[in-house]
């Protein structure tokens, strides 16, 4: 698969740049703070605001290795996250549910990923992947998600499943050791048991 056919990158790129642009915003207020009379002490009162865009700074930055890292770069390096999935995930929600001005059913957490999880990113690129080509093939209001408590994504459409089973051999091959089954109307991704966090 060449990078320009990645579902996940053109799918979630546009809502990563859009997070990117609002945690800048934020911190270009925080600075403009700086420059007013007695700004320092405005500043001081905005500090939690600081720390919160620097943490989402980190977990957006996460994701961008994670699709550049997807499509052949090395940039991830030995960089892990135990909320990857969750960030990974996030994303890919609120980029479909921009994309689609609708609301993505979903139940449930994603699991934490335990450090020694495959390179990092492969299990989040591969729930994105997921729930992006569902959405994208059957419309995404054809869907209900739900995350059990084994760390399965599990998705029931409202209909026959019509998905292109290249694409999921495709995801299958980013996680040796994963699978993702096809059963009626339901789908599964399912994680190997020590790619999860205690």
């Excluded at 960030?87 to 689609?100: H, N, Q, S």
């Excluded at 591969?126 to 739900?146: C, F, K, Q, T």
């Amino acid at each position: 698969m060449k990078a320009a056919d990645d579902p996940v990158s053109k799918t979630l790129l546009p809502a990563l740049v859009h997070e990117v642009n609002n945690a800048t915003q934020l911190l270009v207020g925080l600075r403009a703070l700086l420059e007013l009379p007695s700004g320092e002490e405005l500043f001081a009162q905005r500090a939690n605001d600081l720390a919160r865009a620097s943490e989402r700074m980190d977990e957006l930055g996460f994701a961008l290795a994670v699709l550049a890292t997807a499509n052949g770069a090395d940039v991830l390096l030995a960089r892990r996250h135990a909320e990857a999935l969750r960030i990974v995930w996030d994303l890919a929600v609120r980029a479909l549910e921009r994309g689609d001005g609708g609301r993505i059913a979903v139940t449930g957490e994603p699991p934490r990923i335990a450090p020694s999880a495959l390179d990092g990113w492969q299990i989040p690129w591969a729930a994105a992947a997921l729930v992006v080509h569902a959405s994208e093939r059957m419309g995404a209001d054809a869907w209900r998600w739900r995350w059990d408590d084994a760390g399965r994504l599990i998705g029931r459409a409202a209909g026959a499943i019509e998905l292109d089973e290249g694409l999921l051999a495709h995801i299958v091959e980013r996680i040796p050791g994963g699978r993702v089954d096809v059963r009626g109307e339901a789908i599964e991704l399912v994680l190997a048991e020590d790619w999860l966090a205690p």
